[in-house]
């Protein structure tokens, strides 16, 4: 079956270190995402990408860095500069970005914790 | 700024029927949808309105008025698996989308 699969499912982190959030997809999908998830809020976008070896910022970057060398590979690390990083992490994908009927297909989430 | 509103929670009662609303102000509209996300778990596609009126699908039903930024998403015959968190977001004139918090559903026997 084509999906999305993240690792690890749960994390725990000291602070001042990088930790590295793991994304696959099998559904050949052009366009990939990182959200991150809180309590009491919508969706942040993190980065994106539509195609291979290129990637934007979305509204929240600052302290993540993201690759994109595979179509169906796009790792998340969550690097020491981000302040508040504990949060539950949902990598996406979909066909591509700027059509109407763009639906995105999740993950199952990576719920990181720093001590 | 851009905004979508939807209630935080709501509670029905199983077998009946609850409508949970969306209210936006963004820039531009490329289109709406309701996602349905259980606890600690990805979000599931339920909908994609583009054009104003009433889209069925089975037991789910979703509502768009374009000229009021308003939708809503339309849960019948509720069983337990229904409870859920409801998300509502518009995709905008840049194609990208905006989220709502969500609308926790608690469903009770």
């Known amino acids: 079956d084509g999906g999305i699969t993240q690792s690890p499912k749960y994390l725990f982190r000291k602070e001042g270190q990088n930790v590295t959030l793991s994304c696959e997809q099998n559904?050949?999908?052009?366009?990939m995402y990182w959200y991150r998830q809180d309590p009491g809020q919508g969706l942040r976008l993190i980065y994106y990408?539509?195609?291979?070896?290129?990637?934007q910022k979305g509204d929240i970057a600052e302290g993540y860095s993201v690759s994109r060398e595979k179509k169906e590979s796009f790792p998340l690390t969550v690097t020491s500069a981000q302040k508040n990083p504990t949060a539950f992490y949902l990598c996406?994908?979909?066909?591509?970005?700027?059509?109407?009927?763009?639906?995105?297909?999740f993950g199952a989430g990576s719920r990181l914790t720093v001590l | 700024g851009q905004n979508i509103d939807q209630p935080t929670e709501m509670t029905a009662t199983e077998g009946a029927i609850v409508q949970i609303n969306c209210t936006y102000q963004t820039s531009g509209f490329n289109g709406l949808f309701w996602y349905q996300q259980h606890a600690g778990e990805a979000p599931t596609f339920l909908s994609y309105?583009?054009l104003d009126g009433l889209e069925e699908k089975g037991r789910f039903s979703s509502f768009l008025s374009r000229s009021k930024g308003y939708s809503y998403l339309l849960l019948k015959e509720l069983q337990m698996k229904d409870s859920a968190s409801y998300l509502c977001?518009?995709?905008?004139?840049?194609?990208?989308?905006?989220w709502g918090a969500g609308t926790k559903l608690i469903i009770k026997p």
């Open positions: 990408s539509q195609i291979v070896n290129d990637f």
């Open positions: 559904l050949n999908h052009d366009a």
């Open positions: 977001a518009v995709l905008d004139s840049n194609y990208q989308l905006i």
């Open positions: 309105n583009v």
């Open positions: 996406a994908s979909s066909i591509d970005i700027g059509t109407g009927a763009n639906v995105l297909t």
